[in-house]
Nanobody, 114 residues
């Protein structure tokens, strides 16, 4: 059974940083694509960062230059380093493998507020 276990959310002031992590078990992680999504209550979930099994990376425009996605295939983890956080980054963040029809983490809340 596939499980994705997220950690690292919390409350941070504007301009601060947070690092989200996601541990994946139950699947050959090195063969998966990884996405980090976020969702604000009442709005659609949006993809903010993506890293393919081959290491190709893309970002949603609003986070380019501030967020960095990475993966460690040996430790079967993926991370999202978020710097220069803005109030509008406040959301519930989810890690995902193999696309929307794949597997999801439980979500971790990120709140950016002074």
């Amino acid at each position: 059974q596939v499980h994705l276990m997220e950690s690292g959310g919390g409350l941070v002031e504007p301009g601060g940083s947070l690092r989200l992590s996601c541990k994946v078990i139950g699947i050959n992680f090195r063969l998966t694509s990884v996405g980090w999504y976020r969702q604000v209550s009442g709005k659609q979930r949006e993809l903010v960062a993506f890293i393919s099994s081959g290491g190709d990376i893309s970002y949603e425009d609003s986070v380019k230059g501030r967020f960095t996605v990475s993966r460690d295939n040996i430790r079967r983890t993926t991370s999202l380093q978020m710097n220069s956080l803005k109030v509008e980054d406040t959301a519930n963040y989810f890690c995902n493998i193999n696309g929307p029809n794949g597997h999801w983490g439980q979500g971790t809340q990120v709140t950016v507020s002074s």
